[in-house]
Nanobody, 128 residues
Framework: QLQLVESGGGQVQAGGSLKLTCLVS????????IGWFRQAPGKEREGVSC???????HYADSVKGRFTVSRDDAQNMVYLQMNSLKPEDTGVYYC??????????????????????WGQGTQVTVSS
């Protein structure tokens, strides 16, 4: 059974950095594109970034130039390096997996409907 577990969240001041980790289990991660999503308090969950097995990446405009997604399929790990954090980055961050046979899986901001294996998320809080 595919399962993804996020970790690495925490509380930082604006301008700080955090690195989130997504551990994939049940299947080898190289079979999937991995997406990062977040849900801010009182808002809908939104796509943040994605990465394919061939290392194609996409980012939401709000995080471009500040966040970097990477993966280590030997470790079944996917990372989200978040720099220059802003209070509006606060939220619960999730990773999920999508089949690369779906041509929309990482052609832009990852579409939630195409992803599964959602974990419990990790809380990121950025204070001003």
């Amino acid at each position: 059974q595919l399962q993804l577990v996020e970790s690495g969240g925490g509380q930082v001041q604006a301008g700080g950095s955090l690195k989130l980790t997504c551990l994939v289990s049940g299947f080898a991660s190289h079979h999937f594109a991995i997406g990062w999503f977040r849900q801010a308090p009182g808002k809908e969950r939104e796509g943040v970034s994605c990465i394919t097995s061939s290392r194609t990446t996409h980012y939401a405009d709000s995080v471009k130039g500040r966040f970097t997604v990477s993966r280590d399929d030997a470790q079944n790990m996917v990372y989200l390096q978040m720099n220059s954090l802003k209070p509006e980055d606060t939220g619960v961050y999730y990773c999920a997996a999508g089949l690369e046979s779906n041509t929309d899986i990482c052609a832009g901001v990852p579409p939630q409907w195409a992803y599964g294996g959602w974990g419990q998320g990790t809380q990121v809080t950025v204070s001003s």
